[in-house]
C-alpha cells in the first residue's frame, strides 16, 4: 500500500465556489460534514479541526499563509487544482511553492492537477513526473448552431429554448458576464416547471448553492453561469451545455488600468465546458459557432500573469524578500513592463522605497488581504473612525455584489451596513479586524480622493455625464444617475475599455475637496505639427489630465519641444515626421548584421522603437533631423557594438574610384550601391560587409544615369553580363570608356574618352 503523509495536504481551488463544492464533495464521499477529515478555508469560510488531512483553499489565501508561515508547518503536499486555467494566484502561489520546496522543505510534495493539461510544458518546468488517470467521464455529442449576428443573449436564448424542446435533463449555459446572464434570464420564456438559476460570482454563497443544487423532483433547471462553471463543479442533473463560446477577462495596459475584454474562449475553455454535460452520464453540448471554428481557438487560455496588473504580485515578493521576480522559477516569467508599471504604482502609493524595499507603510498593505491600492485606502488615513469608513469600502471593493447595485458610494455603503447575510457579517468583522474597530464615520469621497488621487474625475465640458479623471481615462454615468449632478467624482470603480469605459462605483466631490486632495500644477504643454514642422504652445493650471485654466505661449521651451515630439511619435509613429527612413535604416543595418554575424546583435523593429521612443530618445534637439535619430538609436546599443556598426555596416562605401558612395540600407536589395559602371573598373575584389560575409549589391549606372545592370559578385559579372551590356553602351555612349577587359582598366568617375586622354 501507500504510505500516508504525515502532514495535512492542502488544495487550491481557483474559485470559492470552487472550493467549496470540492471540499463537499470530498466530505461527502467519506459520510462526513466539510470541517471534519476535509477541511475548508476562504475569504469567508473557515472550517477546519485537528483532524482536517485535507484542507481545500482558494489560491489567493495561499500566499497569504505562505508570507505567514513560509516554511509551511504541518503541511506535507501542496495541490494546485484546475492550474490550466493559469490564474496571477495560482501562478505566484507556485513560484513561491517551489522556492519554499528548493530552500527550505526539500520534502514538501507539489502536485499541478487539471483535466485539460499541457503537462509536457508542466513536467519541464517542475522537473517532474505526469501521472494520468482517465477519470469517468460520459460521451458527450456536440451539435453546431453557427454564429450569427445577432446579440450574444438573442442567440444564447434561441439556443436554450431549443435545448429545452429537445431534451430531457437540466441545462448549463456558457454567457460572459453576469450583464448577459440578467438579460438571458429576463427574456427567456420556459414553463413553470423549468427553474432559471444565475450563476456568477458577485452572488451570495447561499444563491450560488441554490444555483448548483439538484433541481425538485418533477422539475428541470436552466443554469446560467459564467466560466466560474466551467470546472470543479458538478450540478446535480445536468446533461445538456449550451456554449455561447465567450470569455471575458481582465486585462491592464501599460499604463496599469485595467478593464474587462471580450474574447473567444480558448480550446481548453470550451472542452472543460462540454465536459460539464458528461459528468453523470451521456449529454448533449450545442455549440454558437461553427465545427471549423473550434479549430481556430488558442489551445489554452492566457496566463494571467502576462495581462494583469502585477502591483500584488510585486507587494508580495517584497514582504517576502525578493526584490527581483526573475530569481523565481515561473511557468512565464512576468512581463518587465509590467513590472516596472507595478513598481512606479507601488512607489506611487508609498509602498516601495528608492531601492524597490518596502516601507513602512508597505508592510502595513502587505498584511492587508487586499490589492494594493485598495489596501491604500486603509493605510493612507491615521484618523481611526476614518480608518475603520475605509475598511467599510475596502471590504466593498473587495467582494463583488456586496451593498446592492447603486454606483453611488454611500448608497452602496448604506446597503452593506444594513445586510444581515453571513457574508455580510464576515465582511464587517473583517474590515473591523483591518482597521482596529472604531465606528466608521466620514465622508467617502474624501478618503478616495486622498488614496487615488489619479482617479478624481471632472465632467467633460458640454456634456451631461462623461468625465475624464485625473490619469486621463474617459468614464461615462448614466445620463439618469443622480451622481452625473456633480461636476466632480473621486472614481472607485470603472468596467469597459479605454474609449467606452462606464463608471460603476463613485462619490460626489466638490471642487474645493478635489483640489485640496489633488493641488494643481502650472505646466507648460506643446504639440507638434508635423506638416509644418512647428509647435503649438500653450500655459497650463491643471491637475493632470484635467486642464482647469490656459493661455497660449508664443515660443515652448525646450522641454516642452521634447515633449511634444516623443508624444507625437508615440501616437502617430516616425512616418509623418519623415524620420521612419532614419529609423527603419538602422534597423536594417543591425538586423543585417545579427542575420549575418549571429546573436550578439539584437532582434530591434520599428515598432518596438515607437513603443519605447521615451527609454532611448532623450536629447532632442528644437529641429530633430535624421541624425540625431541615428546618433540616439545607436546609443541602444552595447558599446563595442556602437563602435563597430559604421564599421560593419557602413552608411559610405570607398568605391575603387576613390569617391566614397552613399550606401542604401532602405533598398529591398540592402545593401545597395549606385554609381557608374567606371567606378569599379579595376577591380575584381567585389565591395563586402560584416566582416567580408555580406556583399553589397551594386547597381552600376550608364553615363546618363540609368540603370544597365545590377550584381552582387563583380568577377562574375567582368566575366560575363559585362560584354553584352558593354556591347549596348558603346553604340549609345561612344564617347565614353568601355574596355574589353574591365577587372584591369583604370577606375574613374564616369569620364569620356577625350578627358581621360587629357589626363594621362
Same mark, same amino acid.
Given at each position: 500500500? !501507500? $504510505?500516508?503523509?504525515?502532514?495535512?495536504?492542502?488544495?487550491?481551488?481557483?474559485?470559492?465556489?470552487?472550493?467549496?463544492?470540492?471540499?463537499?464533495?470530498?466530505?461527502?464521499?467519506?459520510?462526513?460534514?466539510?470541517?471534519?477529515?476535509?477541511?475548508?478555508?476562504?475569504?469567508?469560510?473557515?472550517?477546519?479541526?485537528?483532524?482536517?488531512?485535507? /484542507? !481545500?483553499?482558494?489560491?489567493?489565501?495561499?500566499?497569504?499563509?505562505?508570507?505567514?508561515?513560509?516554511?509551511?508547518?504541518?503541511?506535507?503536499? !501542496?495541490?494546485?487544482?484546475?492550474?490550466?486555467?493559469r490564474?496571477?494566484?495560482?501562478?505566484?502561489?507556485?513560484?513561491?511553492?517551489?522556492?519554499?520546496?528548493?530552500a527550505?522543505?526539500? +520534502?514538501?510534495?507539489?502536485?499541478?492537477?487539471?483535466?485539460?493539461?499541457?503537462?509536457?510544458?508542466?513536467?519541464?518546468?517542475?522537473?517532474?513526473?505526469?501521472?494520468?488517470?482517465?477519470?469517468?467521464?460520459? &460521451?458527450?455529442?456536440?451539435?453546431?448552431?453557427?454564429?450569427?449576428?445577432?446579440?450574444?443573449?438573442?442567440?444564447?436564448?434561441?439556443?436554450?429554448?431549443?435545448?429545452?424542446?429537445?431534451?430531457?435533463?437540466?441545462?448549463?449555459?456558457?454567457?460572459?458576464?453576469?450583464? $448577459?446572464?440578467?438579460?438571458?434570464?429576463?427574456?427567456?420564456?420556459?414553463?413553470?416547471?423549468?427553474?432559471?438559476?444565475?450563476?456568477?460570482?458577485?452572488?451570495?454563497?447561499?444563491?450560488? #448553492?441554490?444555483?448548483?443544487? &439538484?433541481?425538485?423532483?418533477?422539475?428541470?433547471?436552466?443554469?446560467?453561469?459564467?466560466?466560474?462553471? $466551467?470546472?470543479?463543479?458538478?450540478?446535480?442533473?445536468?446533461?445538456?451545455?449550451?456554449?455561447?463560446?465567450?470569455?471575458?477577462?481582465?486585462?491592464?495596459?501599460?499604463?496599469g488600468?485595467?478593464?474587462?475584454?471580450?474574447?473567444?474562449?480558448?480550446?481548453?475553455?470550451?472542452?472543460?465546458?462540454? %465536459?460539464?454535460?458528461?459528468? *453523470?452520464?451521456?449529454?448533449?453540448?450545442?455549440?454558437?459557432?461553427? /465545427?471549423?471554428?473550434?479549430?481556430? *481557438?488558442?489551445?489554452?487560455?492566457?496566463?494571467?500573469?502576462?495581462?494583469?496588473?502585477?502591483?500584488g504580485?510585486?507587494?508580495?515578493?517584497?514582504?517576502?524578500?525578493?526584490?527581483?521576480?526573475?530569481?523565481?522559477?515561473?511557468?512565464? @516569467?512576468?512581463p518587465? %513592463?509590467r513590472?516596472?508599471?507595478?513598481?512606479?504604482?507601488?512607489?506611487?502609493?508609498?509602498?516601495l522605497?528608492?531601492d524597490?524595499?518596502?516601507?513602512?507603510?508597505?508592510h502595513?498593505?502587505?498584511?492587508?488581504?487586499?490589492?494594493?491600492?485598495?489596501?491604500?485606502?486603509?493605510?493612507?488615513t491615521?484618523?481611526?473612525?476614518?480608518?475603520?469608513?475605509?475598511?467599510?469600502?475596502?471590504?466593498?471593493?473587495?467582494?463583488?455584489?456586496?451593498?446592492?447595485?447603486?454606483? #453611488?458610494?454611500?448608497?452602496?455603503?448604506a446597503?452593506?451596513?444594513?445586510?444581515?447575510?453571513?457574508?455580510?457579517?464576515?465582511?464587517?468583522?473583517?474590515?473591523?479586524?483591518?482597521?482596529?474597530?472604531?465606528?466608521?464615520? %466620514?465622508?467617502?469621497? =474624501?478618503?478616495?480622493?486622498?488614496?487615488?488621487?489619479?482617479?478624481?474625475?471632472?465632467?467633460?465640458?458640454?456634456?451631461?455625464?462623461?468625465?475624464?479623471?485625473v490619469?486621463?481615462?474617459?468614464?461615462?454615468l448614466? /445620463?439618469?444617475?443622480?451622481?452625473?449632478?456633480?461636476?466632480?467624482?473621486?472614481?472607485?470603480?470603472?468596467?469597459?475599455?479605454?474609449?467606452?469605459?462606464?463608471?460603476?462605483? =463613485?462619490?460626489?466631490?466638490?471642487?474645493?475637496?478635489?483640489?485640496?486632495?489633488?493641488?494643481?500644477?502650472?505646466?507648460?504643454d506643446?504639440?507638434?505639427?508635423?506638416?509644418?514642422?512647428?509647435?503649438?504652445?500653450?500655459?497650463?493650471?491643471?491637475?493632470?489630465?484635467?486642464?482647469?485654466?490656459?493661455? &497660449?505661449?508664443?515660443?515652448?521651451?525646450?522641454?516642452?519641444?521634447?515633449?511634444?515630439?516623443?508624444?507625437?511619435?508615440?501616437?502617430?509613429?516616425?512616418?509623418?515626421?519623415?524620420?521612419?527612413?532614419? !529609423?527603419?535604416?538602422?534597423?536594417?543595418?543591425? @538586423?543585417?548584421?545579427?542575420?549575418? *554575424?549571429?546573436?550578439e546583435?539584437?532582434?530591434?523593429?520599428?515598432?518596438?522603437?515607437?513603443?519605447?521612443?521615451?527609454?532611448?530618445?532623450?536629447n532632442?534637439?528644437?529641429?530633430? $533631423?535624421?541624425?540625431?535619430?541615428?546618433?540616439?538609436?545607436?546609443?541602444?546599443?552595447?558599446?563595442?557594438?556602437?563602435?563597430?556598426?559604421d564599421?560593419?555596416?557602413?552608411?559610405?562605401?570607398?568605391?575603387?574610384?576613390?569617391?566614397? =558612395?552613399?550606401?542604401?540600407?532602405l533598398?529591398?536589395?540592402?545593401?545597395?550601391?549606385?554609381?557608374?559602371?567606371?567606378?569599379?573598373?579595376?577591380?575584381?575584389?567585389?565591395?563586402?560587409?560584416?566582416?567580408?560575409?555580406?556583399?553589397?549589391?551594386?547597381?552600376?549606372?550608364?553615363?546618363?544615369?540609368? &540603370?544597365?545592370? @545590377?550584381?552582387?559578385d563583380?568577377?562574375?559579372?567582368?566575366?560575363?553580363?559585362?560584354?553584352?551590356?558593354?556591347?549596348?553602351?558603346?553604340?549609345?555612349?561612344?564617347?565614353?570608356?568601355w574596355?574589353? +577587359?574591365?577587372?584591369?582598366?583604370?577606375?574613374?568617375?564616369?569620364?569620356?574618352?577625350?578627358?581621360?586622354?587629357?589626363?594621362?
Amino acid at each position: 500500500g !501507500v $504510505e500516508p503523509l504525515p502532514g495535512r495536504i492542502v488544495m487550491l481551488e481557483p474559485r470559492r465556489i470552487a472550493a467549496r463544492m470540492a471540499a463537499a464533495r470530498m466530505a461527502q464521499t467519506l459520510g462526513e460534514k466539510v470541517g471534519g477529515r476535509i477541511g475548508l478555508s476562504t475569504r469567508i469560510d473557515r472550517l477546519v479541526s485537528r483532524e482536517t488531512v485535507i /484542507e !481545500v483553499i482558494t489560491d489567493g489565501l495561499f500566499t497569504r499563509r505562505l508570507l505567514a508561515d513560509p516554511e509551511l508547518i504541518g503541511v506535507s503536499a !501542496v495541490i494546485f487544482d484546475e492550474i490550466h486555467e493559469r490564474g496571477l494566484n495560482a501562478d505566484l502561489g507556485l513560484a513561491l511553492a517551489l522556492e519554499v520546496q528548493d530552500a527550505l522543505r526539500d +520534502d514538501l510534495h507539489i502536485l499541478a492537477m487539471s483535466a485539460t493539461l499541457d503537462t509536457e510544458m508542466m513536467a519541464k518546468k517542475l522537473d517532474a513526473p505526469v501521472i494520468e488517470s482517465e477519470g469517468r467521464q460520459y &460521451p458527450v455529442d456536440t451539435r453546431y448552431l453557427g454564429r450569427s449576428r445577432d446579440r450574444i443573449e438573442d442567440q444564447m436564448v434561441a439556443a436554450i429554448t431549443k435545448a429545452h424542446s429537445e431534451t430531457g435533463g437540466s441545462i448549463l449555459a456558457f454567457l460572459p458576464g453576469a450583464g $448577459e446572464i440578467r438579460r438571458v434570464a429576463d427574456r427567456l420564456d420556459l414553463p413553470d416547471t423549468t427553474l432559471i438559476a444565475p450563476l456568477f460570482g458577485a452572488l451570495s454563497p447561499k444563491e450560488q #448553492d441554490a444555483a448548483v443544487s &439538484p433541481a425538485p423532483k418533477g422539475q428541470r433547471k436552466v443554469v446560467l453561469a459564467t466560466d466560474i462553471a $466551467e470546472s470543479a463543479l458538478t450540478i446535480e442533473g445536468v446533461s445538456v451545455v449550451v456554449d455561447g463560446g465567450l470569455a471575458r477577462l481582465p486585462e491592464t495596459d501599460a499604463n496599469g488600468q485595467t478593464r474587462l475584454v471580450t474574447l473567444r474562449a480558448a480550446r481548453a475553455n470550451v472542452d472543460q465546458r462540454r %465536459g460539464r454535460a458528461g459528468r *453523470l452520464g451521456p449529454g448533449l453540448c450545442y455549440r454558437l459557432w461553427d /465545427e471549423a471554428e473550434t479549430r481556430g *481557438l488558442v489551445a489554452s487560455p492566457r496566463p494571467e500573469i502576462l495581462s494583469a496588473d502585477l502591483s500584488g504580485l510585486l507587494l508580495t515578493l517584497a514582504e517576502w524578500g525578493e526584490r527581483d521576480p526573475g530569481n523565481l522559477t515561473w511557468l512565464d @516569467t512576468p512581463p518587465m %513592463g509590467r513590472i516596472k508599471t507595478a513598481r512606479a504604482l507601488l512607489a506611487s502609493l508609498g509602498a516601495l522605497s528608492e531601492d524597490g524595499s518596502l516601507t513602512d507603510k508597505g508592510h502595513a498593505m502587505s498584511r492587508l488581504p487586499l490589492a494594493p491600492r485598495i489596501a491604500a485606502l486603509i493605510t493612507d488615513t491615521d484618523n481611526p473612525c476614518e480608518k475603520a469608513l475605509a475598511a467599510r469600502i475596502a471590504a466593498l471593493l473587495g467582494e463583488r455584489g456586496i451593498g446592492g447595485n447603486s454606483e #453611488d458610494l454611500s448608497d452602496r455603503l448604506a446597503g452593506f451596513e444594513r445586510d444581515n447575510s453571513q457574508r455580510a457579517k464576515t465582511l464587517r468583522r473583517q474590515s473591523e479586524s483591518w482597521s482596529g474597530g472604531s465606528k466608521p464615520s %466620514g465622508k467617502p469621497a =474624501a478618503i478616495l480622493a486622498k488614496a487615488w488621487p489619479d482617479m478624481i474625475a471632472r465632467k467633460r465640458p458640454g456634456t451631461s455625464a462623461s468625465y475624464v479623471t485625473v490619469s486621463g481615462r474617459a468614464g461615462q454615468l448614466d /445620463e439618469t444617475s443622480p451622481l452625473a449632478k456633480s461636476d466632480w467624482l473621486a472614481i472607485a470603480e470603472m468596467v469597459g475599455s479605454a474609449k467606452q469605459a462606464r463608471i460603476t462605483l =463613485a462619490a460626489a466631490l466638490t471642487e474645493k475637496e478635489a483640489l485640496a486632495a489633488n493641488p494643481p500644477d502650472i505646466r507648460e504643454d506643446a504639440k507638434f505639427d508635423p506638416s509644418k514642422g512647428t509647435f503649438k504652445a500653450r500655459r497650463l493650471r491643471a491637475m493632470g489630465a484635467i486642464i482647469l485654466s490656459e493661455t &497660449p505661449r508664443p515660443k515652448p521651451s525646450a522641454q516642452a519641444i521634447k515633449a511634444a515630439y516623443l508624444s507625437h511619435f508615440e501616437q502617430e509613429g516616425f512616418g509623418p515626421s519623415g524620420l521612419e527612413g532614419a !529609423v527603419q535604416g538602422f534597423v536594417n543595418r543591425v @538586423t543585417a548584421l545579427r542575420q549575418t *554575424l549571429g546573436s550578439e546583435w539584437p532582434d530591434v523593429s520599428v515598432q518596438d522603437y515607437e513603443r519605447n521612443v521615451q527609454n532611448w530618445l532623450t536629447n532632442i534637439p528644437s529641429k530633430l $533631423e535624421p541624425h540625431h535619430i541615428v546618433s540616439a538609436l545607436r546609443s541602444t546599443l552595447d558599446w563595442s557594438l556602437s563602435q563597430d556598426l559604421d564599421r560593419l555596416a557602413p552608411l559610405k562605401a570607398m568605391l575603387p574610384s576613390g569617391r566614397k =558612395a552613399n550606401v542604401d540600407w532602405l533598398d529591398e536589395r540592402a545593401p545597395l550601391i549606385e554609381c557608374r559602371v567606371q567606378e569599379v573598373y579595376g577591380t575584381r575584389s567585389h565591395i563586402m560587409f560584416a566582416k567580408g560575409r555580406l556583399p553589397a549589391t551594386i547597381q552600376m549606372l550608364s553615363p546618363g544615369g540609368k &540603370p544597365v545592370a @545590377t550584381t552582387q559578385d563583380l568577377a562574375s559579372f567582368w566575366g560575363s553580363g559585362y560584354a553584352d551590356m558593354a556591347k549596348d553602351m558603346r553604340g549609345r555612349y561612344p564617347k565614353h570608356d568601355w574596355p574589353e +577587359d574591365p577587372a584591369t582598366a583604370k577606375p574613374h568617375a564616369g569620364l569620356t574618352k577625350k578627358r581621360l586622354s587629357q589626363q594621362g
